[in-house]
């Protein structure tokens, strides 16, 4: 398993022009399978439309504790883009104002960025009916100054959102690194210990699923029956829901679906298993992704494939919802990942 | 023409059968469709079961398709192949236990 990212590696993958080249040629170039945009045309569902916002993600640091097999955000410790505190302060000024229902933290491990309490307990002010951080639980194990986090969580009531690709330790540890499981079960632990995740709890701890390999997501409602009954049989452990989320065909995703000779094959199957329904309830239509240095994307994958919002409002300095929203949605190949099956966002299953 | 008899991009053409006959063929895959879902057994269940028999029936397409759809459900290596042996247990008993025919003819014959 790597311990750098695709960036320090160099691997030309790094590079999001490549990948979108890749999305692209091939397969898609030839007319063996049709692009995102013929699919979706078929239905008249192309262009894709911005609705109300409802969730304002916010990345603030591609920097993990973790370097994660498919990871599409490319993150680990290796990687230096770190939200500041000025850009912080303006997505603040955003978050008093926006009419989203969500506000959701991501990363990297959002943890590590050197101003994410200031931050946590500045937004939490605003109120917004569902605080989402996204944390990778081993990061609450890595060094003792992470040690408190399931109580920093707690006091300003933050809804924990946290990957765990299976109930054994030898597929999570195979996707996420030696140990991860055992460090991942103990922060587990340590959530329900001070109510997360518990039945009738408010503090809410839902959990993520992707497939460890190239295939796609089982159905979302038995995984997470299976999860629950082995989580609590096994370790006691209990959380709300899981979402079973599929992976995307970039970064370290299409690296590894390349190396293994995967790829074709993947984007069959995402291509056979188009779901129209799942179109119309697409994340990027109700979601903005802001990153790390203050750029707005439609979804955290247009991010990391440097695909901007197609608006003239590019920043969060700039952010004007009522001009974001109606906008086109910006699409490409890998947006078949979203619309395979009951379809995926980082909420789960859309249809 | 293929010039082996098996073609892994055959399976995803397995639902051109009903062009040749739509009747028949809608009526099986609804009948496929309905027999692996959730019932007295789970999905999951079906699942392993049908991943055995694929092995047992040494149908390459449905190996593919069954690996697949018991990855796809968060089945463990290890408990696929004990399903395999669940198989292939079988397949040999009814093999060997086919013995005690040969043993009773021997006895009758040379006994």
Redo the contacts between chains.
Sequence with gaps: MATKSLHKRDNALAQSKKQLEILSNGIFQNGELPTFKDKIAETSQFPLKAKPLEILQINVGYMCNQVCEHCHVDAGPDRKEIMTKETMQQCLEVIKKTGAHTLDLTGGAPEMNPNFRWFVEEAAKAGIKDFIIRSNLTIIRANKKYYDLPEFFKKHNVHVVSSMP???R??TDKQRGDGVFDKSIKALQELNAIGYGMPDSNLRLDLV?N?S?A?????QA??EK??KKALMEDFGIQFHNLFAITNLPISRFLDYLIASENYEDYM?QLV?AYNPAAVANVMCTNTLSVSWDGYLYDCDFNQMLELPVNSKVKHISEYNEDLLEGRNIVISQHCYGCTAGAGSSCQGTVA | MSKTYYDPADLRKFGNITEWDEELGNKFFDYYGKVFEEGALTAREKSLIALAVAHTEQCPYCIDAYTKDTLQRGVTKEEMMEAIHVGAAIKSGATLVHGVQMMDKVNKLDG
Excluded: A, E
């Design positions: 299976h109930w054994t030898g597929k699923y497939p390999g295939f796609l997501p089982g159905d038995s995984m299976d999860f069959y056979d």
